[in-house]
């Protein structure tokens, strides 16, 4: 049974923190924290299969002990937003939440606004109050990765510095800050310095953050990528891989989608499923030419670089 609250009316309301936990409580799959770099790192491996440096990790464990948020920059496909993601979930023992930015973010989208009808029946009241993401972890104690943060507008970021501060949310029309001491309440953001379609970061807002860049891994530590991400049946040998890996490295030079590692995942993913589909136990070229063509082609004006790129590695079918 939820705490309640009764109003000067005499009605009975759930408090906020109370439809917070009703609503995301069981979204959260709590588990025992994991606050060790190291341990971090293993777990980041064998839950998540994703290959981390534990000196990021080591960075990322240190800033949030001092509170301060993180900022993962670099191109994308390179792992910042499911690296970040696992992260939150391993520090705060919580499953963490994920909050993509756009340009009309406003705290009423991401703190809470009031429900119309309710509000014309019970005011601007705790009981009309629908709560949201932010303010959600916030009172939880779980992590949020603001996704994108570049995308977003110079208010939504100065909204964000007294959170980063303070850690709090004032809502002026509940009259009520709420507060929250819990260290698993942790932000990391991404941002991709080279797209397009986005916004300047405000100083102020820099000076907040422990900025991490993120960049392509040398060909070396990619096929170990790939290797840990592949759960096809189908072999993709290390011959293949590797010319998949420098392909993919000449059209980060050239095309103007540049794949990232997670491309080159979806890649060999998705060669291998086509080889199993032919009834292959061996990816061969030709198969890694036709998943090459539909995953590595992301823009109209890239397709004759990915089509000269993968035959002069991959022939022509």
């Known amino acids: 049974m939820l705490a309640s609250e009764t109003s000067n009316e005499g009605r009975e309301t759930v408090s906020v923190e109370n439809r917070i936990k009703e609503i995301y409580g069981e979204l959260l799959e709590p588990r025992n924290p994991v606050r060790n770099p190291e341990l971090i790192v293993k777990k980041l491996r064998e839950e998540y299969r994703l290959l981390v440096d534990v000196d990021l990790v080591r960075i990322v464990v240190a800033s949030f002990i001092n509170g301060r948020p993180v900022m993962f920059e670099g191109p994308p496909g390179t792992g910042k937003t499911e690296i970040g993601e696992a992260i939150l979930t391993l520090w705060a023992g919580k499953k963490a939440f994920l909050l993509p930015c756009s340009e009309n973010y406003d705290e009423y989208r991401v703190i809470g606004d009031f429900h119309p009808l309710m509000a014309l029946k019970h005011g601007f009241s705790e009981a009309s109050f629908v709560p949201r993401t932010l303010l959600a972890a916030l009172v939880l104690g779980a992590g ?26 004032v809502v002026p029309e509940l009259k009520k800050v709420f507060k929250n001491n819990d260290i698993g309440f942790q932000m990391i953001f991404t941002s991709n310095p080279e797209d397009i379609a986005q916004n300047e970061l405000s100083d102020a807002f820099l000076r907040r953050v422990i900025r991490i860049k993120f960049n392509y891994p040398d060909p070396k530590k990619e096929a170990e990528i790939v290797r840990l991400r592949l759960n096809a049946k189908a072999r993709l040998s290390s011959t293949l891989l590797a010319m998949m890996i420098e392909a993919a490295n000449k059209l980060r030079e050239k095309a103007m989608h540049k794949p990232g590692p997670a491309d080159t995942v979806e890649w060999a993913q998705l060669a291998s499923r086509i080889a199993e589909l032919r009834g292959s136990s061996k990816v061969e070229a030709r198969d890694v030419l036709e998943a090459g063509r539909v995953v590595l082609t992301k823009r109209d004006e890239d397709a004759d670089d990915v089509e000269e790129i993968l035959a002069e590695f991959f022939g022509r079918s």
């Open 144 to 169: 949020v990765l603001v996704d994108e943060i570049r995308r977003s507008s110079e208010e939504f970021q100065n909204m964000l510095l007294d959170i980063i501060d303070k850690r709090r949310i």
